[in-house]
């Protein structure tokens, strides 16, 4: 599908690798994803590599990775900022040439001087044009300089963004910012927008921090146009950013992990994370459950808020129940398995997924309940299943094991009827029999159904382990 210009739709995902794939950025990336996706579009990844202090191939493949851990397949290889330096430099000589930008021989004392009278007169902080209408003659033979953008005077600027609506800047309250240093290198404004340009990018959609920075983009896009054509506006779509459950901008306490913690430390599924994230701000009536085909065909930016979204964990968690109870057993037990660690038997694993799941909300908690099929002898105890292991319930335990070593058909339903006709014979509830059973049999008080693991751990181990425990 084209977009409005008549054009195929492309959207661009542009991290800078200074450092995790945070959970802002992550739902960026997806919401440029599908609606390049639902539009029949391209979706390209540039990779905002030109601080070369701060970005690290670390950074990068983590980037990488969790894109690809989202399922998020780019149409093109990535493009890397840094090996474009040439190109951007090229669009800045040509911005020179046509009067659309200048050099500026301001020295760093002046522009110190500048900005402290500013602060003394309280007048905000810019660049004062002091070079713009300037020859470069006047300045010493030899002097450094920068090159700035001529950015227009007067009027004003006008967005209509896709999600925040009609915005309004006045062209008096932007500065001629610089677009190459004294070393010649190119500053972010500019290299975004030749990267934008040269891409094919028609819509832009990114975290509404970048909102003023479209205003200060599009004087180069329009002064290009002018100079040789064929740089329309892109269409802007500016997404509220996501805050914590107590309205504050989210950090670190709230949830703003790297995408790998939450794979890693919380053990989230990737379709629940994405999941959770299309749902964060955007929505599609009272539905919490969108699959990802679903996802692809219903979304658009007319259904993207203009209010910040508010993370919310235990909502994650929850998700993530479901996709876990949703999930193949096979791949379940291939997850825990790693976790669990050298001597986990994923055949066993799978088997016990269906009584493992339907608990579980993460990763984690799967292993932790799987571990006890997999616990040397002598079993070590929680505090709390020791407790139940008085000694009447050790007696209780020598009574269930003569009983179960009487069974010779070892499955659920066999060993269900047995000891709930033995609870009945003793005059006691089920759960009397049950509680130390399962402190006997996983060393906890919680776990799956207690016939269950007497048929996961099977005759034999159940057996030494019940009677490691009982008296006779």
Known sequence: ?????????????????????????????????????????????????????????????????????LGLEWDDAPVFQSERGARHV???????????????????????????????????????????????????????????????EEGETVIEDAVQGRVTV???????????????????????????HDMGCTHIIRGDDHLNNAFRQLPIMRAMDQIEGG?????????????????????????ALGVEAYRDEMGILPEALSNYLLRLGWGYGDREIISRDEAIALFDLGGVGKSPSRFDLAKLQNLNGHYIRESADARLAELVAVRIGPGADAALLEQA????KPRAKDIIELAEGAAFLFASRPLALTDKAQALLTDDACALLGQISLRLKGEKDWTTATLEASLKA????????????????????TGQTTSPGIFD????????????????????
């Open 90 to 152: 090229e669009v800045a000589e040509k911005l020179l040439e046509h009067g659309h930008a200048y050099r500026c021989y301001a020295t760093q004392e002046e522009l110190e001087e500048m900005r402290a009278a500013q602060r003394a007169a309280k007048q905000p902080l810019r660049y004062d044009g002091r070079w713009r209408h300037r020859d470069a003659s006047d300045a010493p033979p030899g002097a450094p300089f920068v090159v700035r953008l001529k950015t227009p």
């Open 231 to 255: 740089w329309p506006d892109p269409v802007y779509a500016h997404i509220p950013l996501i805050h914590g459950a107590d309205g504050a901008k989210l950090s670190k306490r709230h949830g």
């Open 170 to 196: 006045q062209n008096s309250e932007l500065d001629d910012y610089i677009i190459l240093r004294s070393d010649g290198t190119p500053t972010y404004m500019l290299a975004a927008v030749v990267d934008d």
């Open 1 to 69: 599908m084209a977009s409005e210009s008549g054009k195929q739709v492309v959207t661009r995902f542009a991290p800078s690798p200074t450092g995790f794939l945070h959970i802002g950025g992550a739902r960026t990336a997806l919401f440029n994803w599908l609606f390049a996706r639902h539009h029949g579009g391209k979706a390209l990844l540039r990779i905002e590599d030109t601080d070369r202090a701060r970005s690290t191939q670390a950074a990068i493949d983590a980037i990488i990775e969790g894109l690809d851990w």
């Open 453 to 472: 693991v007497l048929v996961l751990l099977g005759r034999e181990e159940s057996l030494a382990r019940i009677d490691a425990q009982a008296s006779f």
């Open 353 to 356: 997924m269906p009584a493992l």
């Open 422 to 441: 033995m609870a009945g014979e003793l005059e006691l509830g089920l759960g009397k029999l049950a509680q130390p059973l399962r402190a006997a049999l």
